[in-house]
Every structure is written in C-alpha cells, then in structure tokens.
C-alpha cells in the first residue's frame, strides 16, 4: 500500500550520508545506495519516506515486542516528563519509577531473582556482569576467579567488554578485541558443524567444551560462563535439547557463575518470560534490555539471583560501578507500561499457546523450497538455511552471505524486513503479530525465496 509521501527523501538521505555515521554499516556502500529512511510505525508495519510500507520481520532490532506506537507507552513517558524527567541513582538515592520497576521484575522472574542493577543497554548490562561476577569472587576472597567463557559466533552488544565476551569473528578484527581474560568455545549450532553427529549428541560435544575448557584455564581462575539460551545475532541458533542440561551440571559442579544473556529472549520471545525458563535453567545473572521497553526508551539491566546478591549487598561495599542513566524515571516510566501491556494481555502466553505455534508450523512448511536446507522456529525466532540443493546440509560455495544478501534486498523490496546473517534468513517479528500478519509474512518470504532462487540460477 502506498500512502502520501510527505518526506523528501532525496535530501534526507543527502544530509545523512554527509553527517551521519551509522552502527554495523559499510559507509561508503550506503552512501552509494543510499539509506532507507523509515519515518513511522504502528503495529507489526513501518512506513518509509517514499510511502511504502514494511512488514517488520525483525521488531526493530529484536526489540519491539509490544508493537510499534502504543499510546499507553507514550502517555507514560509523557506523564513522567512532566513529574521527573531525570534523576540519578547513585549515592543512595532513589525515585518512584526505579523502584516500581525494580518491584515489577522481581514479580516477573524466576523466584531466585528479587534484585536488578539497571543500564542504558544490552552492552552496558554485559560491562556490569563481568564487573559483577569479578567483584562477587573478589568478595568471597577468590580473586584469581577472573576468566569468563562464551562462545564463538554469540553477540553479547558492542562496547569493548561486549564485543569481547561476544564471539563474532569481524569484530574482534577491529580495535585490538578482545580484551584479555576471555575464553570462547564451540556454539552449539548443529547445522553448519554437526557433521555426522545427531543433533542430541552434537548438543552434549558441544556442552563438554566448556568443561574442557574449565580443566584446561583451571577452575580456581573460571568466574563465569555467559551464553545466550538461543543466539540471535549468530543465526537463531536453537541449541539441541541436550546441551543446556549439561551447560548447567557443568557450571554447578564446577563453581563456575551461569550467565544466560536474556537481551533478546526475555520477555516473551521464547513464551516465556525469560529464556532461560524455556530450557529450565537457574542461572545467576540475567542481563536484559530490548523487550524490558520494547525498545521505546533504551534501559537494560542485569537481573541478580539471591545467592549473588547476598554478597553484593552484605559484603562488597561500594559497588563503584554505575551509569548516569542506570534507573532514568522516563526509561523506566516506558518499561513499566510496556511490561504492564505484556503482562495484562497476556502477550507472553499468546507466544507460547496460540501465534508461536502458528507461525512456527508455517515457517516449518519452507523446508520445502528449494532453496531452504532448515526451516527452525522457536516461540517467535526463526531461521532459515539457504543452500544450493535442498535439502542438503551443505552451502554454498565461495562467497559465504552472497545468497543471504540477495535474499535479504529482495525480502525489502517485497516489503519485509528480514535480516541476512550470512546465508541464514533471520525473523523475529513483534510477539503482538496477528494470524493474518503471520500468514503475509510467510506469503512474502515464500515470494522472496523464489524471486532469491531465480536470481541464483
Ligand atoms: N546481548 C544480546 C544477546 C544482544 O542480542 C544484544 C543486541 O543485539 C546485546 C546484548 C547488546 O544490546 P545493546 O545493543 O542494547 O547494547
């Protein structure tokens, strides 16, 4: 559908390319190109300067899970403005909004958790959990308790801690990464490195990494192990149903901190309010952000378990660590609405009982293209793998992310934004996406899937 076009495109895109140097992008590409200016959104749909509207396939970037332009988030931020529009929470200091939202998270989560440390970003709540884990051994007189394994291909966000406890291969070649006293091993992505195992036994290989690796640093030198309960950026790698019990007696037989990085699985993108529920997993940590506002406002944070807390509160001291924007009233004033739309219509169980099946029985049904090696969906995370010969689990050859490219240029021009990573298609649509919005984003996927087989061959 085209509506009017009330922005100029030309020169919105000239100004940009003159002064704006943009996150993850190729500048002078874009510059070529041109960027796409989107201008507003409601629901599952974005409208761009020339009129044209998008299916937003990606919620943003993995965020918006409440829709795009609700009102009640808007009033909220509004209200708050007018009430307190900042205040810090440093040195003992505290305001309606961070508490209430404090209390609302503590309601939320796994009983374990009754106490949260609020950031600006999934990147910043990662800086605090290496800080966290550190200080807590620190606190209980193991201070040689340092070293934090992730993996390889996880993205843990883009400052200099998060980049390096992520495992994303082009960012560590950029700006000396990672920093010292982190140890990546194997993900658990069946696909692309199964080889001959099945998924079950590939699952526990690469669960027994990380007690490989627990012997090879030595335990009294382990801190923590943080992993995403399903890796997004990496390609929704949907770990097999043996790696997370095995992640688990690991890290407890061991002394090892579990950290399950819930920026993209809680609140609600698995069905559950937390990711690590879906895999029932106790971890310690629980950094988040994304969903905590649907992305209206940026506000993250990390979730702290009791028996972590205890020594934080009852034994550090001064935690000095701590940002400007930790518990900022507007942020908090948006998550507390946008938590409130999740909880009180029942967005969470729609996920699990009714749109998450839905869709992921259609996104199942694309295996069947010929183009598709796996059609994978979790609550509402999907991935499909692009092959030469369906369905064989085998890529192509040479230029790795040239098929996914052109799949993804195509799924825009056909109004869907899915995004490419490599040769593996990526959604995650809004958790508030309905039947017939699911249905439109399979019809336009299939379309782009042909239009992307056509070109190949
Ligand atoms: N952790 C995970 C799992 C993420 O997917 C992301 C962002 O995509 C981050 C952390 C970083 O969050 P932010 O971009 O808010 O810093």
């Not at 394994?149 to 400052?159: E, F």
């Not at 200099?160 to 000396?176: C, D, E, I, R, T």
Request: aromatic share 8%.
């Amino acid at each position: 559908m085209t509506v009017s076009n009330v922005y100029p495109t030309a020169p919105l895109r000239a100004l940009d390319a003159a002064h704006h140097l943009h996150p993850f992008s190729d500048m002078k590409s874009l510059n070529a190109e041109g960027s796409r200016v989107i201008v507003r959104a409601k629901g599952c749909w974005l409208e761009d300067s020339d009129g044209n509207r998008i299916l937003d396939g990606m919620a943003g970037l993995w965020c918006v899970n409440v829709g795009h332009g609700r009102p009640e988030i808007a009033e909220a931020v509004a209200a708050q403005m007018g009430e307190l529009s900042y205040y810090n929470t440093f040195f003992k200091t505290t305001h309606p909004p961070v508490i209430k939202l404090a209390g609302m998270l503590a309601d939320l989560a796994p009983p374990a958790f009754n106490h949260v440390f609020f950031t600006g970003s999934g990147s910043e709540s990662n800086d605090t959990v290496m800080r966290m884990v550190r200080t807590y051994w620190q606190t209980l007189e193991k201070p040689e308790k340092t070293v934090i394994i992730a993996r390889k291909n996880a993205y843990h966000g883009s400052t200099m801690a998060g980049a390096s406890l992520g495992g994303m291969a082009p960012m560590h070649k950029q700006g000396g990464l990672p920093i010292p006293g982190i140890h990546h091993i194997a993900q658990p992505y069946w696909f692309d490195e199964g080889g001959d195992l099945s998924p079950a036994e590939f699952g526990l290989k690469a669960a027994q990494e990380l007690e490989a690796a627990i012997d090879e640093i030595g335990e009294d030198k382990v801190a923590a192990f943080i992993a995403e309960p399903v890796q997004g950026a990496g390609g929704v790698i949907i770990p097999p149903e043996t790696y997370w019990p095995e992640i688990a007696r690991i890290c407890k037989e061991r002394e090892i901190l579990l950290v399950a990085d819930e920026v993209i699985c809680g609140f609600g993108r698995l069905g559950k309010w937390f990711g690590s529920e879906h895999f029932g997993i106790e971890p310690d940590l629980m950094p988040i952000a994304k969903g905590l506002s649907s992305g209206y406002l940026p506000i993250g944070g990390v979730m702290v378990a009791d028996r972590i807390a205890d020594v934080l509160v009852n034994a550090t001291g001064d935690f000095n660590h701590g940002f400007t924007y930790s518990g900022h009233p507007v942020a908090c004033a948006a998550a507390i609405a946008n938590l409130t739309i999740l909880r009180d219509e029942k967005i969470v169980e729609r996920v699990a009982d009714d749109i998450g099946p839905y869709l992921q029985k259609k996104w199942a049904a694309l295996a069947g293209h010929p183009l598709v090696g796996e059609a994978r969906m979790i609550g509402l995370m999907g991935a499909l793998e692009l092959v030469p010969s369906s369905p064989a689990r085998r890529r192509f050859a040479g230029d790795a992310g040239r098929a996914g490219t052109i799949c993804r240029d195509f799924s825009f021009r056909n109004g869907l934004v899915m995004r490419a990573v490599r040769d593996s298609m990526i959604i995650s649509p809004p958790l508030v996406i309905t039947h017939a919005e699911a249905d439109e984003l399979v019809r336009l996927t299939e379309k782009t899937l042909d239009d992307t087989h056509a070109e190949l061959t």
